[in-house]
T-cell receptor, first 114, second 112 residues
Framework: GAGVSQSPSNKVTEKGKDVELRCDPI?????LYWYRQSLGQGLEFLIY????????KSGLPSDRFSAERTGGSVSTLTIQRTQQEDSAVYLC????????????FGQGTRLTVV | GENVEQHPSTLSVQEGDSAVIKCTYS??????FPWYKQELGKRPQLIID?????GEKKDQRIAVTLNKTAKHFSLHITETQPEDSAVYFC???????????FGAGTTVTVRA
């Protein structure tokens, strides 16, 4: 596709359930980021994948959060045993590996935990 | 890790006036400083960026300045227009790992 695609665009889940959020980066982009944005807040870094290197997981808020990137392309962010404080917009972005370049954001997944 | 601080958190300006947003960073190895604009309900989009080998960059009404010694950089918007109303985020990344660290954002409101 032409841009970063995220699915679903909206997700409502019950507290305690697991959710999976998907990100399709721009073809050829080897860097992939996940950020969380709570209502009216900034961009909270979660995890960063860069090529074949080990991911930087330093932003994951708890062990309920995990992410993987299969084949260097699609990424899935999984939240286990969701809590109400997990409600936010989860944004994915991708960029080229060759030097610092523009990160292109997806439209986000709005997660609501009820 | 990198810590990026951004000020002010909110900024209200009269249409036609200038707006300035300032950011500081902690990691002296950072060498790339982009600015993103996020309109209400939309995704963040890059508006301008600067690398550490230059001190200033302009693109029409937008300019960014960088002071490597003081580890701060600023966004300047001149002749503001209502469509400039948005949240602006600064960011920084290192030369060797490209991880983007964002500031907390500035909500800019341009009053007609």
């Amino acid at each position: 596709g032409a841009g970063v695609s995220q699915s679903p665009s909206n997700k409502v889940t019950e507290k305690g359930k697991d959710v999976e959020l998907r990100c399709d980066p721009i073809s050829g982009h080897t860097a992939l980021y996940w950020y969380r944005q709570s209502l009216g807040q900034g961009l909270e870094f979660l995890i960063y994948f860069q090529g074949n290197s080990a991911p930087d997981k330093s932003g994951l808020p708890s062990d309920r959060f995990s992410a993987e990137r299969t084949g260097g392309s699609v990424s899935t962010l999984t939240i286990q045993r969701t809590q109400q404080e997990d409600s936010a917009v989860y944004l994915c972005a991708s960029s080229l590996e060759t030097g610092n370049t523009e990160a292109f954001f997806g439209q986000g997944t709005r997660l609501t935990v009820v | 890790g990198e810590n990026v601080e951004q000020h002010p958190s909110t900024l209200s300006v009269q249409e036609g006036d200038s707006a300035v947003i300032k950011c500081t960073y902690s990691d002296s190895a950072s060498n790339y400083f982009p600015w993103y604009k996020q309109e209400l309900g939309k995704r963040p989009q890059l508006i301008i960026d600067i690398r550490s080998n230059v001190g200033e960059k302009k693109d029409q009404r937008i300019a960014v300045t960088l002071n490597k010694t003081a580890k701060h950089f600023s966004l300047h918007i001149t002749e503001t227009q209502p469509e400039d109303s948005a949240v602006y985020f600064c960011a920084a990344s290192r030369w060797n790992d490209y991880k983007l660290s964002f500031g907390a954002g500035t909500t800019v409101t341009v009053r007609a």
